[in-house]
């Protein structure tokens, strides 16, 4: 019998955003008070591929550039101590769809309050709003860091 106990996973997503790299900061301190491990998710989808407006193909996307882009953003957001305790994951599909199902056995899961997309004068973000109410776990929607000047 195992008697380790379990080690508390905390999702954070990532999409190059301001707002999601403060989540993954975020994520990290969490992670150093609770004595829990870090997967950071990054969606991916072609233009149009959930709809009719266009065909579902980008002969531009490569998986393996944007798989080295989101190790590269993670290591450049924690510097290489923080980064080589970060599982680093690159997901296809829709990024709130994504986020909710790593979620599942998750402890927390952490996202920013606004990502690349969406409309400047919304508060919450389309999937920091879907993420927080569909989630399997507790959701944290971090506001980006303000410079003090």
Do not use: K, N
């Not at 953003?73 to 290489?80: D, H, I």
């Amino acid at each position: 019998m195992d008697t380790r106990p379990e080690v508390p996973l905390i999702v954070v997503g990532l999409d190059g955003s301001p707002s999601s790299q403060t989540a993954l900061r975020w994520a990290m301190r969490y992670a150093g008070l609770v004595g829990g491990r870090v997967d950071a998710v990054t969606a991916w989808e072609v233009p149009g591929e959930a709809s009719w407006s266009a065909p579902a193909v980008d002969a531009e996307f490569d998986e393996e550039e944007a798989q080295r882009l989101l190790v590269e953003e993670v290591r450049t957001v924690l510097g290489e101590d923080g980064a080589s305790q970060v599982h680093e994951r690159l997901v296809h599909g829709h990024p709130a769809d994504v986020l909710v199902d790593a979620a599942a056995g998750a402890d927390m899961l952490v996202v920013g309050s606004r990502g690349r997309g969406g409309f400047r004068r919304a508060l919450l973000g389309s999937v920091s709003q879907q993420v927080a109410l569909h989630a399997p776990c507790p959701v944290t929607i971090v506001r980006p860091e303000v410079p003090v000047e």
